[in-house]
């Protein structure tokens, strides 16, 4: 079974009117905060990140004031997500965007994977959300949502990928991804699945293959 993309696209976007989790960093539009923001939240629950993402921007909200901080400081302000290691990284590359890119995050994928800390994923989110590029971001949650449904090789990177791209409404890149987030993480998890009050869960293969 084949879904349609444009059906599932329409569920997904129907069901996440009434699901969408409001975090204080989905609302960021300036460049560094919102690389900030995907530095802390990688690997760790939105509603953490959320705790004290506001507080950090409001003390450290530019490059510049972030590079001269004391690093006890950015640990005290993000010990609740218990990697209190994020703050040097996150001080240095604030540092390196003061020095080497005049303050400015860049665009660029090579200058953006150069950051100490910054891979596909992250660089992929500064790309799409802070200058609007279509650009497939692909982390385990979005990777476990795509192959269930459309039945995708979870390892076959380049088919997500393109699927991804496929799928996004290029108006707004940032809505769909934050709705496959939010599937992942209320509907369609690791473990368990509550595949019974899924929105896409009779076009979903792999609830297809499990009530079969």
């Not at 996440?16 to 939240?41: C, G, T, V, W």
């Not at 965007?97 to 500064?126: M, Q, R």
């Not at 707004?172 to 019974?196: E, M, Q, S, T």
Request: proline residues 6%; glycine residues 4%.
């Amino acid at each position: 079974m084949v879904p349609s993309k444009e059906k599932f696209v329409a569920k997904l976007l129907s069901w996440h009117k009434q699901h969408y989790q409001e975090f204080s960093f989905r609302n960021a539009s300036d460049p560094f905060h919102i690389l900030i923001s995907e530095m802390l939240l990688r690997q760790t629950r939105g509603q953490q990140v959320d705790k004290i993402f506001p507080r950090l921007i409001e003390l450290y909200p530019t490059p510049q004031v972030l590079a001269k901080a004391n690093i006890r400081d950015i640990e005290d302000i993000i010990k609740p997500l218990g990697m209190r290691g994020r703050a040097r990284q996150i001080i240095n590359v604030a540092r390196i965007i003061t020095e080497k890119f005049k303050g400015c995050v860049p665009n660029d994928w090579n200058s953006l994977l150069s950051l100490p800390g910054v891979g596909k994923y992250i660089a992929g989110c500064v790309k799409a959300f802070a200058f609007n590029e279509m650009v497939p971001l692909i982390d385990v949650n979005v990777k476990r949502v795509l192959s269930r449904v459309f039945g995708v090789n979870p390892k076959n990177e380049e088919a997500l990928c393109q699927l991804y791209l496929n799928l996004s409404p290029r108006q707004n890149i940032r809505k769909f991804h934050y709705a496959l987030l939010d599937l992942a993480a209320l509907v369609c998890k690791f473990k368990n699945p509550k595949c019974r009050t899924c929105p896409v869960r009779d076009i979903c293969d792999y609830a297809h293959k499990s009530s079969s």
